[in-house]
């Protein structure tokens, strides 16, 4: 270790006493220690870098605990980012191998000052588990934000586009120092250390110079918060952009052209992370438009940024109608490309191997390449878990994930075999003053940081610092009140959209019920495929014995134990099987019985959740808390449309009567067809009082 200077920055303030952070009106302060209160002295002991002067302005301005030390020591085993925290006596030092593992350590100290945890001694040591800690932002250079539930793109607003390519005139962070700097707060404080800035369905014109230069703003803003700029992008560029007649990664000249993107990129952006790809998958063009491979079109642009240290993330979500079960498609598209990827390639895997339902078994492709580093991709926008209008705490389905490629995949060797250690999950930011347009949703933008720092986190332990960090002002039993709030959410969804199993039951939406649905479309995006109802039974039958045999492609220990409808647990009966109306479950109600059990369970959390909520009225901020309401009260009128659509669907096919425990429909099946929630987002009763209240 050697300290190569010194320099030392006294900053006093006087201490605000009693003062208790509350939550700002606008719910745009996230879970960022605010308003100022410091009474630190911050010594730093090492050089002093952009990084460093910002973790000794924020113990400066937050920190009321007295001294503190800043100190880089690097040793061999320490991962760059990892950092200790020690407090005795009165001083409390931070020690990190690097300046951003002083600024992590600045804002785990200071989280834990927000929760009331630094009275005592503090002896803590942190190291994450992913080296590369990625955000995807699906934003859209015009301005819109697929599948964004809060508002616009936060980074592009492109004047004229897609015609020209003007100013990028976007209010957005690179306009606003205010809003750039929350957002990079928020990340690192989360230990987030890369974002890709546009959308997997990527514009070729994101490679534009023009583009490019304003990619590189952004990362000069994110830099010394230790956030890497990554870029989705189109494997038609060198065709729409270089004016090349071909793309196929076999021509020479698009080698080339690749080779001069990169340098172009690395000359503005010299830390650039590297290229986020969708290739043949949803009419995304790809290198099978060229009789190529996967690992051939990987290949081409991991070739490219390799001497500049880049990478590759290649998505397994190839969408494409080419086996009958899509549950079996990445594992079928990946697992005979194993070894012929470079090494600067990770192939990103969606959680589950259909896409991002409320409840999914893990994508059989985890543990399946030997050679080639994988990457799990989270959704924190809820495209299918009632969109920003709905309350989900997705920790709970993340933790599911986790312990499942643990016990099942052996997450952490093929995590850690390859050379790249990564996670990404895909952002619910957007241009509306809370960021996540649910001022709760705010908690899955935080239990992903966390889970991607340290998957082995329980879910409620995150909830729990969230609540703490965001409503300080709760007092114990409010707190718990919002703690098990979150913590049933997310199962609350499963019961009134799909539950034991069942999968894309939504309209075209992605967001109301369409159990029903059979149009001429692709067969696999519908419904009815995925539910495979009819007078004698319901659900997917993925059986080795008589289905699509995907439990094969799971290790033993989990197929076997799928494959077996005795053993099969119920959450995911009909995704694996198909069975009789009357088959027996392991509850002991039979599968008609217990659908009906899960959907009036589901309609009862949704309301129980608005009574949790109203009796916080006058704890939490009064815009804040009405916001919240009138959400809750929307998801509990949808709730209702999921139940009566999907128990009078299902009945018209078994005409079996409804048990008694169900409540009898308040909507007719006609109705449910043709309910608002059909006509698109936004549209379902409430939502006119949400604006009224807004
Ligand atoms: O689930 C689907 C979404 C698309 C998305 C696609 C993907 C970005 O509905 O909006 O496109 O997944 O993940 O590529």
Known sequence: MKITAVITTIVCCLAVSGYVYAYAGDGSNLWLPGPEKGNASVLLSAKSTP??????????????????????????????????????????TITAPSDIGLLYGTYRLLQMQQMGRTSGDIAISESPFHDIRLLNHWDNLDGNSERGYAGRSIFWNVRGFPDAIGENDMAGIANSPLNSEKYARANASLGINGTVLNNVNASPKMLCTEVLEMAAKYAD?????????????????????????????????????????????????PDFGGFLVKANSEGQPGPMDYGRTHADGANLLAGAIRPYGGIVMWRAFINNPTDPDRAKQARIEFEHLDGQFLDNVIIQVKNGPIDFQPREPFNALFGALNHTAEMPELQITQEYLGQANHLAYLGTMWEEFFDEVRQYADYTRHQLSGRYNAIAGVANTGTDADWTGHPLAQSNWYAYGRLAWNPNLDAETIADEWTSLTFPELNESQHSTLVSMLMRSREAVVDYEMPIGLTHQFGDSHYAPGPWDNRPIRRDWLPVFYNQADADGIGFDRTKATGTDNTSQYHPDFGNVMEDISSCPDKYLLWFHHVSWSHRCQSGRTVWEELCYHYQNGLNEARDLQRQWNSLEGAVDTDIFHDVKIRLMTQTRDAQWWKDGSVLYFQSLNGMPFPDFLEPPVHTLEECKNSNLNVGLYRSPGHEELNRVR
Do not use: C, H
Not at 75 to 82: A, G, N, W, Y
Not at 225 to 240: D, E, K, T
Not at 242 to 250: E, S, W
């Open 51 to 92: 990084t460093t002067d910002i973790a000794v302005r924020e113990l400066s301005d937050y920190w009321n605990g007295g001294k503190v030390l800043l100190e880089i020591k690097k040793d061999k085993e320490s991962k760059r980012d990892s950092y200790r925290i020690n407090k005795s006596d009165g001083t409390t």
């Open 221 to 269: 803003v994110l830099r010394p918060y230790g956030i890497r700029v990554y870029l989705a992008v189109n494997f038609s560029s060198p065709v729409v952009v270089g004016g090349l007649k071909t793309a196929d990664p076999m021509d020479k000249e698009v080698q080339k052209w690749w080779k001069a993107k990169a340098r172009e990129i690395y000359d503005l952006i």
